[in-house]
């Protein structure tokens, strides 16, 4: 009876540290840097990406494509609205001179540095170089939006093989593959975030838990805009960029909570690997 009692005390105090630890105060204000930078580069971001697609005319269809996932998961209020205001601006910035595009680079690589110095503050590592870092996000920045492009392709061609099989004609997959690409995002970052090799099973169950939440976040989101009419009526048009910057700041909140899940349980494996060691 005393040992049952000793190990629920012991697990209360584990579970209690886990909770405290998590619910770490300064996450709030990372999450409101990023917003800050996220805001400034989003269109640079997506002139990149854009400039990437152009230039390889086998993956050029499959920009709209993303660009709809993108706007309808991360940005999920008034996305044809923003879609059309961004495209805009991206068209205006293909003309741009050779001063504007180095101030795209330059706020794309704050952005990164940004992201790179909070990653590394949740893990507890130092900071990795200038042009280390610059070669993974860069890698980052041109491969995610090709994976997406494959990933769209490949479940294109599953989903007309499953319609012309009449025993899988039922079988509808395509609402299922934005939380599935979402998942596969959120577990590439978390693994090459910070400058540590981060244990591959406390990344799919962190990235899985801020996948779910962030698929019901959006949800509710979109519910609660949608039912709340008081915002509407106070800024009208300008209502549209204030929602996109609550959801920025929304996103960025789940992310980086989702981050210090991962280097939890990251902890966790380490140390009952170093015991067993």
Known sequence: MLEIKRKILKLYGHLKFFILMLLDEDLSFYAASLSFYTIFTLIPLLLIILTLFTSMPSFAHYYIMIQEFIFSNFMPINSQVLMGYINAFLQNSLEMSMVSFVAVIVSSLLFFQNFEYIANKIFRVKKRGFWESVTIFWTLLTLAPIGLGVSFYITGNIASLMASNEYTAGINILPYVPYLIIWALFFLI??????????????????????????????????????NKSYETMYGSFSIIMFLFLWIYASWIIFIYGLKLCYLIHSIYKNRAAKES
């Open 190 to 227: 978390f693994q090459i975030s910070a400058n540590t090799k981060i244990d591959a099973k406390a990344s799919l169950i962190s990235s899985f838990v801020t996948s779910t939440v962030f698929s019901i976040a959006k949800n509710g989101f979109i519910y609660y805009v949608f039912y």
